[in-house]
T-cell receptor
Framework: GENVEQHPSTLSVQEGDSAVIKCTYS??????FPWYKQELGKGPQLIID?????GEKKDQRIAVTLNKTAKHFSLHITETQPEDSAVYFC?????????????FGSGTQLTVLP | NAGVTQTPKFQVLKTGQSMTLQCAQD?????MYWYRQDPGMGLRLIYY???????DKGEVPNGYNVSRLNKREFSLRLESAAPSQTSVYFC???????????????FGQGTRLTVV
């Protein structure tokens, strides 16, 4: 089955700096890579996703890059703000897997210091 | 449009007690999932249902059962709760897109379960 590894587990940055979270996956058939943000006491919420036919995607201060050869994808947050503080999860799924199950990384606790 | 609704939000059980966690979605999604979230371990799939009438085991199914009551509802049952089942449980649903492209999974707010 799929295995997704996520690093780092905790990340502290100064407000205005950039934050980068990295994930690797094992199943070469995976073709969909979402990133979720989870605020305290809430369920995860999608912030950006990328499909395997694209190498990079941006949405305002958030960008995701995908390297299919290396089976590696990353989340980049620029000009961080205190409200970016949360737990971030990467995930991967494959069209071939039943119900297109998502396999999640272990999460990154991001703290943006004012 | 409420999205994914889970009940209850909090529950304390004694070892050996049983309970059912309820989940309902109003987005007409075919696929529904139950995850558990433990510190440092991310979200692990317990059971899933690809469509109404079907259910399958995920990564950590032991000690749980599920029922896909209809397209909207997917419940998770703990028959005899154990302290190791203390966790936060999330229900999610996901639709499909033409051509089989991956689409967003929507999550409920979670059920915080403590087994003493």
């Amino acid at each position: 089955g799929e295995n997704v590894e996520q690093h780092p587990s905790t990340l502290s940055v100064q407000e205005g700096d950039s934050a980068v979270i990295k994930c690797t996956y094992s199943d070469s058939a995976s073709n969909y890579f979402p990133w979720y943000k989870q605020e305290l006491g809430k369920g995860p919420q999608l912030i950006i996703d990328i499909r395997s036919n694209v190498g990079e995607k941006k949405d305002q201060r958030i960008a995701v890059t995908l390297n299919k050869t290396a089976k590696h994808f990353s989340l980049h947050i620029t000009e961080t703000q205190p409200e970016d503080s949360a737990v971030y999860f990467c995930a991967a799924s494959s069209r071939a897997r039943s119900a297109r199950q998502l396999t999640f990384g272990s999460g990154t606790q991001l703290t943006v210091l004012p | 449009n409420a999205g994914v609704t889970q009940t209850p939000k909090f529950q304390v059980l004694k070892t050996g007690q049983s309970m059912t966690l309820q989940c309902a979605q109003d987005m007409n999604h075919n696929s529904m999932y139950w995850y558990r979230q433990d510190p440092g371990m991310g979200l692990r799939l317990i059971y899933y249902s690809a469509s109404e009438g079907t259910t399958d085991k995920g990564e950590v199914p032991n000690g749980y059962n599920v029922s896909r009551l209809n397209k909207r509802e997917f419940s998770l049952r703990l028959e005899s709760a154990a302290p190791s089942q203390t966790s936060v449980y999330f229900c999610a649903s996901r639709g499909t897109r033409n051509g089989g492209q991956g689409v967003e999974a929507f999550f409920g707010q979670g059920t915080r379960l403590t087994v003493v």
